[in-house]
């Protein structure tokens, strides 16, 4: 056995599932080890910013990681943007990236390039293998690392040699994954006694706090004393819609960051970092908290979320749920086309258990409000602000949630950084919904130049406009094989939806803004 | 003034007269001093990667660097591959790269990546500006570093608050730029000596020696004294076609390369790197240089060539220049669609004086060889194996040499990784006739896997091909605005690429091989 057959023994052993891959010459033994022992699925992207995206969609929906396969530093660095983002999503991801000869690498072949310090700065581990038979051991310890609470890139870097070479094998076992550790008593009491103070308190959830019992558990906490509840600006992953609890979101321009926060005293960090401005203005304040606001961290990222909300509410005698009142579906309006009106025709529309991926970026700062009474559904989201995410995540939370759809809502500006994945929507025949937003125009870019008090000519405007010539996204859909049209009115988006929607494959909506 | 505006100033000085653009937020105070100060050309690139393919592609053509405008770490992350690609071509480009504010960025606010860092290995000179009255000074040496012999990427990292910051300035002079350094005159008389010996002797030329009046003398000197003239696989800008020196290249494929430079006692190099395998391979050797053949450095890339090759004629009585003759130029063939074929037709519709942007990878080994003939010609080549070089490179290429049409031969798998290029071919009108040679699989890879030993099962295969849908690539031409047309015999791929010559502006032209 090769130390490219062991390793995907030793991934397939540890439940990693679905691999996506922009292969090279150096992952060719990989590649034919993938081919050979086949429990792995693998996913090719055109580019490796559609490979890392996809991962980072997957491990949000699937809750472990997938493997992906890259050639190379440039292969690498061609990934970075999304793997930027899956760390700020704390995203579970064992990224595999092949690369020169260890005895080849000294004579600096022209794809040489720096791999390894390329890797770090978005990794938790970072390993080069050296040898066939310490492959599999650092591949376990690879898994093990990304799925330590709350989710990391590990970064496997595979010399071909390495591949290639002959190495003694054991059947591996599964990767041992550390629990998260339990939050100090001290810490809970603290919280219990700032809740039972009644000064005005919000308590702001992330990571694993924004699903499953932690979120019932910490939106019955706050309703029970009445505190704010907030989520931030950029949530990896929350469930939402219809009878859930609806957490007010951090807006991302500040003024509206600051006056959301206006009057608080103390906020209480759940898995959720503390909210800081997402850029610097000149003569404005780096973080929306008020002046005297005391930031209490209940739990962190990394810790046990669930527990320290089962503690807390024992300790306060809060309920571990509660009933949250939702307004009706509303039926899709057939007004002219706000931001405010395509939001209420996504919530008319939206399939039960539908996974919303939102790139919507300035149009779309309302989606997320309007959205609360909509079908039950998955809520992903841009993290580390590195625009292109959109496609390549809708793809890959596709792989990892066979059977739901996902609509995702798409600014036109940020599509055209990936829009190569979707030709993996096409290939992979998923039921992914693209809407591109398309105002043909970096809209945040030209706010972002008024704020800074310049006036805008000719030169700037060239560079922030893209609507000569305007893409034709109907015919770049077709292009990859995904089938597509355009809406210049809510009432057509609301039959291309419900086309869309009620059949298999892709689609892609362009809906003129 | 602001940073932002001594930043633009000082480019311009220097004789700066492009910047390819991505901004974002941070980089808004540059747009609008670039607004208000239009000396500088703004080029959109919609990614990042299109930005570095092009800065590159231009100053292999223009000679000296054009500024970029990248957005943070992540933005730059997207263009480092085509920087790699620069690097091993040693272009000139002053790489800007906007980011967090000095005082906001210890609150690691969700854009923070690790800029600096991933610039360093791409980057000959790298520096984070901290104060504004710093700037000017920086911007200076950056141009500086990029222009010193042999050229080189140059990173100026730029937070906001130093845009936004007035300073205090002076009317910058232009940098000043180290000259070459001359070769020592006992390189040249070892040089002389092991010419006049008459051993059998391979001279390989690389960087400034593939042009102008040192191509000549090389060409000259190598066939005066019969020794073998050989050109670099990968070729960063060579003046070729009738009339002019016609070096053999050096073969991609180790084996091939292995038999080129069989018999060779002296390697002679000037301005090139000694020649080493792409990748290893299994068994076989990491260079095709035969056991026992010395190489002797006659110039470094840094050194002064030209002067060089001067010296070594007077010493040798080798003439400056010699006539090369070369066949008339043939019609166009009406044959079936071969490597051969197309590269005849290419040759024989070649317009005077055009640009040559290769990155045909497999398919188009042959093109080199047949090219010989065409119409006088630059010729550009993916120099660092990082694929999605050509798109960006005619772009750049285009904007540097206007009147001159660019024809790029592109392998329509690397074409994915930067088909966003298209769109700034089309914005700016240039005149671009791309060829994409659709082949609808990376057939390298499918040649490498062979090479292993590997079998080629269902997985594997579908990793490697790209029929499943074929890309249209004449709708994702037309939707960025590009005209374009499909061809499937050599007689149709003639009478379209005639067409496309004559007229201003870019055009696509599917070939389907």
Redesign the interface.
């Known amino acids: 056995m090769n130390g490219a057959e062991a390793l995907v023994r030793t991934l397939s052993a540890s439940g990693v599932e679905v691999c996506f891959?922009n292969?090279?010459?150096?992952e060719?033994?990989f590649?034919?080890a993938?081919?050979?022992w086949?429990a792995i699925r693998?996913v090719?992207g055109?580019?490796e910013?559609v490979v890392t995206g996809a991962a980072d969609g997957y491990a949000r929906i699937a809750g472990k990681p997938a493997a992906t396969m890259l050639h190379?530093?440039?292969?690498l660095?061609?990934g970075?943007?999304n793997l930027?983002?899956a760390r700020?999503a704390n995203s579970p991801i064992v990224n595999i990236v092949g690369d020169?000869?260890t005895?080849?690498r000294p004579?600096?072949?022209?794809?040489t390039?720096?791999t390894e310090?390329?890797a770090?700065?978005?990794s938790a581990w970072t390993r080069t293998v050296e040898t066939a038979d310490a492959v599999s051991t650092a591949a376990t310890e690879a898994i093990a690392a990304s799925r330590a609470a709350p989710g990391s890139v590990a970064t496997l870097i595979l010399p071909?040699?390495v591949c290639?070479d002959e190495c003694g094998f054991r059947e591996p076992t599964a990767a041992v994954i550390a629990p998260p550790a339990p939050v100090d008593e001290n810490m809970v009491a603290e919280i219990a006694a700032i809740l039972a103070s009644g000064e005005p308190t919000a308590i702001l959830v992330g990571g694993a706090a924004l699903y499953g019992s932690a979120l019932q558990r910490a939106a019955a906490i706050a309703d029970h004393f009445g505190a704010r509840f907030f989520a931030p600006s950029?949530i990896a992953r929350m469930e939402r819609g219809r009878g859930r609890p609806r957490p007010e979101r951090l807006p991302f321009v500040l003024d509206q960051a600051i006056a959301a926060l206006a009057g608080i005293r103390h906020l209480v960090l759940l898995g959720a970092l503390s909210p800081?401005?997402?850029?610097?203005y000149?003569g404005k304040p780096?973080?929306p908290l008020p002046a005297g606001a005391a930031v209490h961290v209940l739990a962190r990222p990394d810790e046990d979320l669930d527990d320290a909300l089962a503690r807390l509410a024992d300790r306060t005698g809060a309920p571990a749920k509660a009933a949250w009142s939702s307004s009706p579906r509303l039926p899709a309006p057939r007004s002219a086309i706000t931001a405010e009106s395509v939001a209420d025709a996504v919530a008319a529309l939206l399939p039960e258990q539908a996974i919303v991926v939102d790139e919507s970026v300035s149009f779309g700062r309302g989606f997320y409000g309007r959205l609360h009474d909509a079908a039950p559904h998955d809520w992903l989201q841009l993290?580390?602000?590195?625009i292109?995410s959109g496609i390549p995540m809708a793809t890959g939370a596709a792989i990892a949630a066979p059977g739901r759809r996902v609509v995702n809502l798409q600014a036109d500006?940020s599509a055209?950084?990936t829009?190569?994945g979707l030709?993996t929507q096409?290939?992979e025949r998923l039921d992914v919904t693209t809407i591109i937003l398309a105002n043909r125009r970096?809209q945040?870019?030209l706010g972002?130049?008024k704020?800074?008090g310049?006036?805008?000519?000719?030169?700037?405007l060239?560079?922030?406009t893209?609507d000569?010539?305007?893409?034709?996204?109907?015919?770049?859909a077709?292009?990859?094989?995904v089938e597509a049209a355009r809406a210049t009115s809510i009432r057509r988006l609301s039959s291309l939806m419900a086309h869309a929607n009620s059949r298999p494959g892709p689609f892609l909506l362009e809906l003129v803004i």
């Open positions: 891959a292969p090279g010459t150096s060719m033994h590649v034919s993938l081919d050979r086949d693998c090719l055109l580019t910013s190379c530093g440039p292969g660095a061609n970075l943007a930027h983002n700020r020169q000869a005895y080849h004579y600096d072949p022209p794809l390039a720096a310090e390329w770090r700065p978005v071909s040699d290639w950029q800081v401005a997402f850029f610097a000149p780096a973080t993290t580390g602000g590195a292109g500006g055209l950084y829009v190569q030709w096409a290939h970096y945040i870019l972002e130049l704020n800074v310049a006036s805008i000519g000719k030169s700037a060239d560079m922030l893209l000569d010539p305007a893409v034709n996204w109907v015919k770049t077709q292009s990859f094989g």
